[in-house]
């Protein structure tokens, strides 16, 4: 893990892998950094009379150029530096002696499936497949759409079905001989 400055944030923020872990740094945050060797335990300070690493400095160090810096940063009393955090695997956890298997049903052997029917083309029927998508603007006479009103209310459909019933009755009707 590293120090980068972050620009969105305008302070330091943690990077590992050139990802951010903490996007920023704040003056109550401790961490340690590998300054000459060793590790040192500090915290990041601002200010502005400080011309590099944008006005921040490490507390005891202001000489130190921040960008890259080598930390590790602490944690709730814990150090976590970037071996550490690439060795921990988590435990596999064992479910045979769970309490829970005895009110979970095992799957039964099951026999294979018929094999479907055989699907042949066949063509499709337009009166089947067709919609109602066009859409028509009608006149009616005021008397004629009441008597037309009073019919669909009496059928238990809407207006629009009942009008679209009357004109396919009739027109089917003329084209039968």
């Not at 915290?43 to 890259?68: A, C, M, P, R, T």
Request: glycine share 4%; net charge negative; hydrophobic share 30%.
């Amino acid at each position: 893990m590293y120090l980068g400055y972050n620009e969105n944030t305008k302070r330091y923020g943690v990077l590992q892998d050139d990802l951010w872990i903490k996007n920023a740094i704040y003056k109550y945050d401790e961490f340690e950094a590998l300054i000459d060797g060793e590790w040192v335990k500090t915290k990041l300070q601002y200010d502005e009379s400080i011309i590099h690493s944008y006005g921040f400095y490490l507390l005891g160090h202001s000489n130190v150029i921040l960008e890259f810096l080598t930390i590790r940063y602490i944690d709730q009393d814990n150090i976590i530096n970037e071996q550490e955090r690439s060795s921990n695997k988590m435990a596999k956890k064992s479910f045979k002696d769970n309490p829970a298997l005895q009110f979970i049903s095992t799957e039964e052997p099951t026999q294979p499936a018929a094999e479907p029917a055989p699907q042949y083309p066949m063509k499709r029927n337009p009166l089947y497949i067709e919609t109602k998508s066009r859409r028509v603007q009608l006149m009616f006479q005021p008397s004629l759409y009441n008597k037309i009103k009073a019919l669909a209310t009496e059928q238990g459909k809407s207006f629009n079905d009942t009008v679209h019933s009357i004109l396919d009755e009739h027109i089917n009707g003329k084209e039968q001989p």
